[in-house]
């Protein structure tokens, strides 16, 4: 439990650094590159499939293929997932298509979609 509070404040400090700064440099030239960078992802980009489930840490064991956006080869691994809706329809076996990227330097998956 304590773990996953962490995880839950850190999510909200950053949404509050995000926030301050879009207020703050709204009219920058600078933003682009920072902006293309937080961008979210529509289209899960990456196959797997679901090894574990666990709705309380909210964490999800995935098989998955190579992740371009994270310059990672195909592994099974565990990945935080910070919106628990998205655990509610997956099951150990399920094929799934995904996005994953690194948020406060945690592995997070943003989307999930069961393949038919
Ligand atoms: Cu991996």
Do not use: C, W, Y
């Not at 995000?18 to 899960?44: D, F, I, R």
């Not at 489930?53 to 990945?79: C, S, W, Y």
Request: hydrophobic residues 45%.
């Amino acid at each position: 439990m304590i773990s996953r509070f962490f995880v839950l404040a850190a999510a909200l400090n950053l949404s509050t650094a995000v926030l301050a700064q879009s207020s703050n440099t709204g009219h920058s030239a600078h933003q682009p590159a920072s902006a293309a960078v937080v961008a979210p992802v529509s289209k899960p980009t990456t196959e797997g499939e679901v090894r574990r489930v666990d709705k309380v840490q909210g964490k999800v064991t995935l098989r998955h293929g190579r992740i371009e956006n994270l310059d990672m080869a195909p592994m099974t691994m565990v990945f935080t997932v910070t919106d628990s809706a998205l655990l509610e329809k997956l099951n150990p076996g399920d094929k799934i298509r995904f996005s994953a990227e690194k948020r406060n330097g945690v592995l997070t998956v943003t989307i999930i979609e069961l393949s038919p």
